[in-house]
């Protein structure tokens, strides 16, 4: 074959290829209006999946929930790993591609809370329905919602719910399966219960770390002057503010918690804070934790506590180009459901993939309002489009919609 026919025939790859993906552009509305009748089964098995605690290091008792699902839906390999990931599979007309579908299993919340989902006609309230009971529901349903509009893909759909993934965890569960699995994944959509229009295509830098402070038990008060945990920690926070932060690239330190003291009239001996160091620069976040672990060395020696630095989690920034197509192509749907895309990077599951090279975008459901608070809710209406946003984009991919030329 020569040149002018090597042109030609990428040509024509090219004309088939943009009729494949405006064809499932034309189809969405179809989508919306069919998957009206399988939002109630979605939003029944949300609440059974929220209401098993899944706190991370313990979602067990939720992975044998959802590889039940699977094994009743008759999925290839349902099963449960020793990190207790569970997976299932959909195979394809010709099963040559693996494209992977994630959503992550462990919730913020612990055995103490109660997880009772209370349905109201416009919106179902519980803590984790959003993070990431509706995520996991959605992942449970997935050949049910695949089998009412008929769809078949020539790919395998490798179904995965994933361990380990929030706080301490570190994505732990997910890394095992891509550190474990015989095929290489050609594509992989991560499930969000919120928000709609979400679409997390790369990672920012972030080190998400601890700050323990503790005082001895034979603690000499009278020389070191000292009047409790708060007030050190409380400097803390304000050296860690001092900090200068470039604007560009992009850097910020979230204080998220601080824990101490037990009562009005006891002097707090421990004290406790989380943050997170974000930045578009790798570079930037490394020095930036080790700047912290100076303030808290510099604490210990000042005050005679023990002040330590524990890295929790680190994320490495990158991911793919806002040009890229599967990027492009779920903008596109979006746009053609009416909804505003939002683009934003994202410290969740997203960034292990793209530690191993696997084109991913992580992707909301519907909306919903208080995220990570026990009246955690989300709208019923808006299911139906992100269930037609997933279907939508999955035939995309699988039609090479999302390849790179």
């Given at each position: 074959m020569n040149d002018n026919e090597q042109k030609l025939l990428f040509l024509i790859i090219l004309i088939n290829m943009k009729a494949h993906c405006d064809t499932v552009l034309e189809e969405l509305d179809d989508y919306v209006a069919q998957l009206e009748d399988i939002r109630e089964t979605v939003l029944s098995t949300m609440v059974m999946v929220n209401e098993i605690p899944a706190p991370t290091f313990k979602e067990r008792n939720r992975a044998n929930f959802l590889v039940d699902r699977f094994s009743e839906l008759e999925m290839l390999n349902a099963s449960v790993d020793e990190k207790d990931n569970v997976l299932g599979i959909i195979p394809g007309r010709q099963g040559d591609r693996d494209i992977l579908v994630a959503a992550h299993l462990d919730s913020l919340f612990d055995e103490t809370v109660d997880h009772t989902v209370t349905l109201e006609p416009e919106i179902a309230i519980g803590p984790?329905?959003?993070?990431?009971?509706l995520g996991v529901a959605v992942l449970g349903t997935l050949p049910l919602i695949m089998d009412r509009i008929g769809l078949e893909l020539d790919a395998?759909?490798?179904?995965?719910?994933?361990?380990?993934?929030?706080?301490?965890g570190d994505l732990e569960g997910l890394r095992f399966v891509l550190n474990n699995y015989k095929?290489?994944?050609?594509?992989?959509?991560?499930?969000?219960?919120?928000?709609?229009?979400?679409?997390?295509f790369s990672s920012i830098g972030m080190l998400r770390g601890e700050l323990s402070y503790r005082i001895p038990e034979q603690y000499d008060w009278t020389k070191f002057d000292s009047v409790g945990a708060i007030v050190d920690m409380n400097?803390?926070?304000?050296?860690?503010?001092?900090?200068?932060?470039?604007?560009?690239?992009?850097?910020?330190?979230?204080?998220?918690?601080?824990?101490?003291?037990?009562?009005?009239?006891?002097?707090?001996?421990?004290?406790?804070?989380r943050f997170e160091i974000r930045s578009e620069s790798d570079e930037i976040v490394s020095k930036l934790a080790t700047h912290i672990t100076y303030l808290a060395e510099e604490m210990t020696s000042k005050?005679?506590?023990?002040?330590?630095?524990?890295?929790?989690?680190?994320?490495?920034q990158g991911g793919t180009d806002f040009s890229h197509p599967l990027n492009t192509i779920g903008r596109e749907i979006l746009k053609k459901l009416g909804v505003t895309p939002r683009i934003t990077p994202s410290t969740s599951e997203v960034a292990a993939l793209i530690d191993k090279g696997i084109p991913a975008v992580t992707?909301?459901?519907?909306?919903?309002?208080?995220?990570?608070?026990?009246?955690?809710?989300?709208?019923?209406?808006?299911?139906?489009?992100?269930?037609a946003q997933l279907v939508a984009l999955l035939k995309a991919i699988d039609m090479g919609c999302s390849n790179e030329s």
């Open positions: 984790g329905v959003s993070d990431n009971s395998n759909l490798v179904l995965l719910g994933t361990t380990r993934s929030l706080g301490s095929r290489p994944f050609v594509s992989a959509v991560c499930l969000e219960g919120v928000r709609i229009g979400r679409l997390s400097d803390m926070i304000n050296r860690i503010l001092e900090i200068p932060l470039p604007r560009k690239p992009k850097t910020t330190i979230v204080l998220g918690q601080m824990e101490a003291g037990t009562s009005y009239n006891t002097l707090p001996t421990k004290a406790r804070l005050t005679g506590a023990l002040v330590r630095f524990k890295e929790i989690a680190r994320r490495k992707i909301g459901l519907t909306k919903g309002e208080n995220a990570g608070e026990l009246d955690e809710s989300v709208e019923i209406a808006p299911i139906s489009k992100g269930l």
